[in-house]
């Protein structure tokens, strides 16, 4: 299962998101960009598409736009692998920062996307 | 070796003028621009003709509008530069004309801001990055972000993170070229709609149109040119820095913020204590509070106590956003930081009226802008 724009996919069962890692210093981001590594400026063949985890902690979620239409909460997390990203939570339990967290590839309006919650959720 | 402003040639701001910030209207952009310029020039008792470089902030209007405004003033021929910088593109403008000055360039330098509210192109978006959220991080949703985390950590509450709000809305409502003129209670400033997580509609800056300009000059223009020195005010740090990487949680506008000002108090010796008043990117109310802790203006968590109970209120130990910041004298981006420089020039000549922070000597501006980039300028009354 992939969504169009293969930003994520599900590996051997699991979801993930497809990042990049650096070859040369190991620093890992998401989402991909294959320009140059922020952190220390290696490029070239030295930068290799990766599978991240949907396994993180919750660093912070905000609720967008209460009480219209178009609400959604939005999370920043971190993954096992050290990537930050920005993601949308799903969860319907409460949630707190500094909770673990995990991603689910999901059908959202007829499109996949992929939506986090909590453990056990 | 290099060098900072401060062991470079003098500079000081000798002239200001704003055009009040306000909603959208029909009224060019050249208006704006030409409106703040004459007041400058007026301020400082000089002319056009004696400006010799010239520098416009602006981050919304497009390819090489400076030229198309200042012909109106007469053609001089000076050389001139767009500088945009997102929101800091007013203090980098002002940091260019510093330069100038400093480096011994030239002996008069203008710089000014103008901007109208319309849809930016973001050059950052470009990469052909693919996220999984969409263009659902807006900056009101970074700064929800950072002000839950905040509030979780540090147990402050809705009301803490309103009373930035409700003071610069007090300030704003005393300052003639604020958008927003009008003082606002705790009631008011809590009451829906939400924007972002804590951030209430009047926690958030409102985006309008406006200008500002400021003239800079070296110690011998001020003779030359017969300007009052009882009015000159004196620029003590010019610092730029942009992101670095950080490690993973870390708060990067208040870790940038915090390298900035503090290579700033570096260059001029002024320490925290010795600032009397300050302008910073209040586009959002929990920046005040994460902006000020990163100032070293007081203790980590102690903030939105300290703002709440009226530290930082004009007449407080020190003034935070006395023009009303962003929340409440508005944000029109280009002019923004440029015209935090005319407010702090206020303050120290002893001009801000109501405004006025009893016995202002130093004073400090601070933009942040998307990018990421901090600028930092520290003045001080001559």
Known sequence: MTNANESFRLENGYPVIIGTTCASCDFAWFPPVEFGCERCGSYGKSLIESSFLLKGTLLSFADIMPGTDTSFLLSTIELENGATIRAILGCTTEMAIGDLTHGRIETIEDKPAIRFYGIGE | ?382
């Open chain 2, 1 to 382: 070796m290099a060098k900072s402003i401060k062991e470079m040639r003098p500079v000081y701001v000798v002239g200001i003028g704003l055009d009040r910030y306000q909603r959208i209207s029909e009224r060019p952009y050249v208006e704006l621009g030409l409106a703040a310029i004459r007041s400058a020039l007026t301020d400082a008792g000089i002319s056009w003709p004696d400006v010799e470089s010239f520098y416009l902030g602006t981050a919304l209007l497009g390819m090489a509008p400076g030229r198309a405004m200042i012909k109106h003033l007469g053609a001089t021929g000076i050389p001139i530069a767009q500088v945009e910088n997102a929101s800091a593109s007013g203090s980098t403008s002002f940091r260019q004309a510093c330069i100038d000055v400093a480096c011994g360039l030239v002996d008069v330098s203008m710089a000014a801001g103008v901007d109208k509210p319309g849809p930016p192109l973001k050059a950052a978006n470009a990469g052909r990055s693919r996220d999984i959220v969409g263009k659902r991080t807006a900056p009101v949703a970074h700064f929800a972000l950072l002000a839950n985390r905040y509030m979780a950590q540090s147990g402050i509450t809705s009301e803490h993170l309103a009373s930035v709000a409700v003071k610069n809305h007090r300030n704003g409502a005393l300052n003639p070229f604020a958008q927003r003129q009008k003082e606002r209670s705790m009631a008011d400033v809590l009451e829906p709609p939400f924007m972002a997580g804590p951030l209430t509609r009047l926690q958030c800056c409102p985006v309008g149109e406006g200008a500002a300009a400021v003239v800079v000059c070296s110690e011998e223009a001020v003779e030359r040119l017969n300007i009052d020195s009882n009015r000159l005010v004196k620029v003590m740090a010019s610092v730029s820095a942009s992101e670095q990487l950080y490690p993973p949680g870390t708060d990067i506008d208040s870790a940038l913020t915090r390298s900035t000002v503090f290579k700033a108090y570096d260059q001029s010796g002024i320490s925290p204590d010795d600032v009397d008043v300050v302008e910073l990117h209040d586009a959002f109310s929990i920046e005040e509070i994460l902006y000020a802790e990163a100032m070293g203006l007081c203790g980590e968590g102690e903030a939105a106590e300290l703002i709440a109970t009226g530290a930082f209120d004009i007449g407080g130990r020190c003034a935070l956003s006395p023009s009303g910041g962003l929340l409440a004298m508005g944000h029109p981006i280009g002019p923004t930081g440029t015209g935090q420089i005319v407010e702090i020039t206020r303050q120290l000549r002893g001009e801000a009226s109501l405004r006025q922070q009893p016995n202002a000597k130093v004073g400090l501006a601070h933009m942040v802008g998307i990018g990421a980039v901090c600028l930092v300028h520290l003045l001080q009354k001559v």
